[in-house]
T-cell receptor, first 113, second 114 residues
C-alpha cells in the first residue's frame, strides 16, 4: 500500500484565496483525521471522520474551515478565505480501528502571503 | 476533554546516555497511550504504544511505563544514538463508540550529541 496520500505537498497562496487540501487514506481504514501543526500550537486535531461521517469538528478554528469525506477513499479540507495565520503544515492520518496506530500522510505545507 | 502535558520541551543528552520524557493526562477514562517520533520535515510515526491493562512495554532500546493511578506515562530511550534526535510526542485516547481521537502533548525536542 502507498500509505496515506496528500496533495499538494506545498501550497503558496495569497490572502483571501480559497485553498483545498486533499487526502486519500489507506485502503480499508475507516477513520480519517485532519491535523494542523505549527511551532506555536503544536499538533492540533481539526476534525475526524468515522465511516465517512464527521464525528468531532470541535478543533476547526473558524467557519472559514470546512472538511468533507464524500467516500471512503477521499477527503478534502478547504479554507475560504485563507489568511496568513493559516500558514502551517496540515497532516491527514487514517486508522482501521480505534485505539490503534494512526498513519500520517506526508503533510501539506501551506503558506499564505 | 482530555488534556495532555509533556515535559521537558527540550532535552539534550550525550550519545549512549538515557533519555526520559514524561507526560500526564487528565481523563481517567483514557486507555491508549501512543508515542510518536517526528524527524525534521517528516511526518509523525508511531514508535511504541501502551494500553491501560499493561504497566510497562519494551521494544529494544525503547520502553514506556504507565501509572494509571497517577495518570502519567513516560518514554525511556536507552543507549541513545544520533538518529534518535527528533521531536517526540505523547498522546492519550479513549474509545467512544466506534471512534476515538488522540490528544497530543506539546512535544519534546531530543538532541543526541556526540
Amino acid at each position: 500500500d502507498a500509505g496515506v496520500i496528500q496533495s499538494p505537498r506545498h501550497e503558496v497562496t495569497e490572502m483571501g484565496q480559497e485553498v483545498t487540501l486533499r487526502c486519500k487514506p489507506i485502503s480499508g481504514h475507516n477513520s480519517l483525521f485532519w491535523y494542523r501543526q505549527t511551532m506555536m500550537r503544536g499538533l492540533e486535531l481539526l476534525i475526524y471522520f468515522n465511516n465517512n461521517v464527521p464525528i468531532d469538528d470541535s478543533g476547526m478554528p473558524e467557519d472559514r474551515f470546512s472538511a468533507k469525506m464524500p467516500n471512503a477513499s477521499f477527503s478534502t479540507l478547504k479554507i475560504q478565505p485563507s489568511e496568513p495565520r493559516d500558514s502551517a503544515v496540515y497532516f491527514c492520518a487514517s486508522t482501521m480501528n480505534p485505539l490503534h496506530e494512526q498513519y500520517f500522510g506526508p503533510g501539506t505545507r501551506l503558506t499564505v502571503t | 476533554g482530555e488534556n495532555v502535558e509533556q515535559h521537558p520541551s527540550t532535552l539534550s543528552v550525550q550519545e549512549g546516555d538515557s533519555a526520559v520524557i514524561k507526560c500526564t493526562y487528565s481523563d481517567s477514562a483514557s486507555n491508549y497511550f501512543p508515542w510518536y517520533k517526528q524527524e525534521l520535515g517528516k511526518r509523525p510515526q508511531l514508535i511504541i504504544d501502551i494500553r491501560s491493562n499493561v504497566g510497562e512495554k519494551k521494544d529494544q532500546r525503547i520502553a514506556v511505563t504507565l501509572n494509571k493511578t497517577a495518570k502519567h506515562f513516560s518514554l525511556h530511550i536507552t543507549e541513545t544514538q544520533p538518529e534518535d534526535s527528533a521531536v517526540y510526542f505523547c498522546a492519550a485516547s479513549r474509545r467512544t463508540g466506534t471512534a476515538s481521537k488522540l490528544t497530543f502533548g506539546t512535544g519534546t525536542r531530543l538532541q543526541v550529541t556526540l
